[in-house]
């Protein structure tokens, strides 16, 4: 499906869909509602933090394996602002669980979402936005080559015990796999290419 707004083109791709129906089906339609929600405002606070740079995206391509976002080649972002981006989503997702906290909603599956995006996105592995963050400050102040093998190092030394953790998990709980296949689709990632993977 592909959608033109104001020069943007939205293109969403049928994996979303079958990822959307395994939620359904997997979680439940209220859980799988959940889960939406909070990656939407994740990623509407990714947008809203650009739009407040001046910068409107060319493209948006939605998958089963994330959301990714084009920027005009001509509005190029500094790398502080690349921060300021990457930043945005994991702060909206606490920033909601915090006032879930405050109004004692902290039991509810809602607060659990955002914390767990939160949370997770903070981490330094790239593609995940703490990962960008990381490289984009790095680039700042070290070469960029320099800058690209730290925060590769980075991304593996946070993913191992990740990955370690997904496994114990998956023994304990005898079905959850959705740590371990995570941590395998960050290792994809990595090092077997950094864009045609979102598609």
């Given at each position: 499906m592909?959608?033109?707004?104001?020069?943007?083109?939205?293109?969403?791709?049928?994996?979303?869909?079958v990822l959307?129906?395994?939620?359904?089906?997997s979680?439940?339609?209220?859980s799988?509602?959940?889960?939406?929600?909070?990656?939407?405002l994740?990623?509407?606070?990714?947008?809203?933090?650009?739009l407040?740079?001046?910068?409107?995206?060319?493209?948006?391509?939605?998958?089963?394996?994330?959301?990714?976002?084009?920027?005009?080649?001509?509005?190029?972002?500094?790398?502080?602002q690349n921060?300021?981006?990457?930043?945005s989503g994991?702060?909206?997702?606490?920033?909601?669980?915090?006032?879930?906290?405050?109004?004692?909603?902290?039991?509810?599956?809602?607060?659990?979402?955002?914390?767990?995006?939160?949370?997770?996105?903070?981490?330094?592995?790239e593609?995940?936005?703490?990962?960008?963050a990381?490289?984009?400050?790095?680039?700042?102040?070290?070469?960029?080559?320099?800058?690209?093998?730290?925060?590769?190092l980075?991304?593996?030394?946070?993913?191992f015990?990740?990955?370690?953790l997904?496994?114990?998990?998956?023994?304990?709980?005898?079905?959850?796999?959705?740590?371990?296949?995570?941590?395998?689709y960050?290792?994809?990632y990595?090092?077997?290419?950094?864009?045609?993977?979102?598609?």
């Open positions: 592909v959608f033109v707004l104001k020069g943007c083109r939205l293109q969403i791709y049928f994996s979303f869909f959307l129906s395994l939620c359904c089906v979680a439940g339609m209220e799988s509602t959940q889960v939406f929600l909070g990656v939407l994740h990623e509407t606070a990714h947008l809203g933090a650009m407040c740079l001046g910068v409107f995206p060319t493209r948006i391509s939605v998958s089963g394996l994330g959301c990714h976002i084009c920027l005009p080649r001509e509005k190029n972002l500094s790398y502080l921060v300021f981006v990457s930043l994991p702060s909206a997702n606490l920033f909601l669980a915090g006032v879930l906290w405050a109004v004692g909603k902290s039991g509810g599956p809602f607060f659990s979402v955002n914390l767990f995006l939160g949370v997770l996105h903070l981490l330094p592995i593609p995940l936005d703490g990962g960008m990381l490289k984009a400050l790095l680039c700042w102040k070290l070469e960029k080559r320099r800058a690209e093998f730290w925060a590769l980075t991304s593996i030394i946070f993913l015990p990740l990955a370690l997904g496994f114990f998990i998956l023994i304990y709980t005898k079905y959850n796999i959705s740590l371990l296949v995570l941590c395998c960050l290792t994809l990595l090092f077997l290419g950094k864009t045609d993977l979102f598609l």
